[in-house]
C-alpha cells in the first residue's frame, strides 16, 4: 500500500532564516507531488506540482521554492522565511492527474 | 484563483440529522472531488464525480452535481460526532493539472 510521509510536523523558526520541508511517498512509482499552504481555518492555496523527476511548475509567486531530487521526494524550501510564510504546509500525490489526491498530515509551520 | 466555494462556512447540527453543504464552481469541469479534514490533519479523499455523473453514493454519503447550475451538493445522512470535520470541494478542469479548493465548511456534530 501507499503511504506519504511529511517531516518535521511542527516547526518554529526565526524570520529570515531558512526552511527545508521533506515529503515522501512510498509504494507507487512517477506519482504527481503537490505542496499546499493552508492558513488558519482556511482553503487550501496550490504552492507547487510536480509530474516528474525535476519538473516543478510554480502556482504563486513567493518567497518559496520546491525540488523534485528523486521520484517520490519533494522538497519544499526557502532561503529566508518572512512572517507571512507561517501556515500548515501540505504534501499530496496522485497517480493519475485528475484522479483523488492522497494527504500526508501536514508540517505546522510558525515564523517568528 | 479560487474556483469552489462552499456554503455554508459554518454548520452545527444534533447528532442523528443529516447535514447538507454545497459548492459552487466558475468554469467547466473534468471532475469535483469532496474531502474531509479533522482538525490540525491532512485531507481524506472522500469521494470523486465526473462531469458525466449527476449523483454519487459512498455509504452514508450522497453527492450530487448540477453542471447546468456549476454546483455541487454533499449530504451525510445520520450523522455522528466523528463527521465533525471541515469539508472541502475541490475542482479538476479539463486540461489542468490540479486541484482547486474551496474554503471549506465546518462541521460540527453536537451529541
Known amino acids: 500500500s501507499q503511504t506519504i510521509h511529511q517531516w518535521p510536523a511542527t516547526l518554529v523558526q526565526p524570520v529570515g532564516s531558512p526552511l527545508s520541508l521533506e515529503c515522501t511517498v512510498e509504494g507507487t512509482s512517477n506519482p504527481n507531488l503537490y505542496w499546499y499552504r493552508q492558513a488558519a481555518g482556511r482553503g487550501l492555496q496550490l504552492l507547487f506540482y510536480?509530474?516528474?523527476?525535476?519538473?516543478i511548475s510554480s502556482e504563486v509567486p513567493q518567497n518559496l521554492s520546491a525540488s523534485r531530487p528523486q521520484d517520490r521526494q519533494f522538497i519544499l524550501s526557502s532561503k529566508k522565511l518572512l512572517l507571512s510564510d507561517s501556515g500548515f504546509y501540505l504534501c499530496?500525490?496522485?497517480?493519475?492527474?485528475?484522479?483523488?489526491?492522497?494527504f500526508g498530515p501536514g508540517t505546522r509551520l510558525t515564523v517568528l | 484563483s479560487q474556483q469552489g466555494e462552499e456554503d455554508p462556512q459554518a454548520l452545527s447540527i444534533q447528532e442523528g440529522e443529516n447535514a447538507t453543504m454545497n459548492c459552487s464552481y466558475k468554469?467547466?469541469?473534468?471532475?469535483l472531488q469532496w474531502y474531509r479534514q479533522n482538525s490540525g490533519r491532512g485531507l481524506v479523499h472522500l469521494i470523486l464525480?465526473?462531469?458525466?455523473?449527476r449523483e454519487k453514493h459512498s455509504g452514508r454519503l450522497r453527492v450530487t452535481l448540477d453542471t447546468s447550475k456549476k454546483s455541487s451538493s454533499l449530504l451525510i445522512t445520520a450523522s455522528r460526532a466523528a463527521d465533525t470535520a471541515s469539508y472541502f470541494c475541490a475542482t479538476v478542469t479539463q486540461g489542468a493539472q490540479k486541484l482547486v479548493f474551496g474554503q471549506g465548511t465546518r462541521l460540527t456534530i453536537n451529541p
Open positions: 468554469t467547466s469541469i473534468n471532475n
Open positions: 510536480s509530474v516528474g523527476i525535476g519538473q
Open positions: 464525480i465526473r462531469s458525466n455523473e
Open positions: 499530496a500525490w496522485n497517480r493519475e492527474t485528475y484522479n483523488e489526491q492522497f
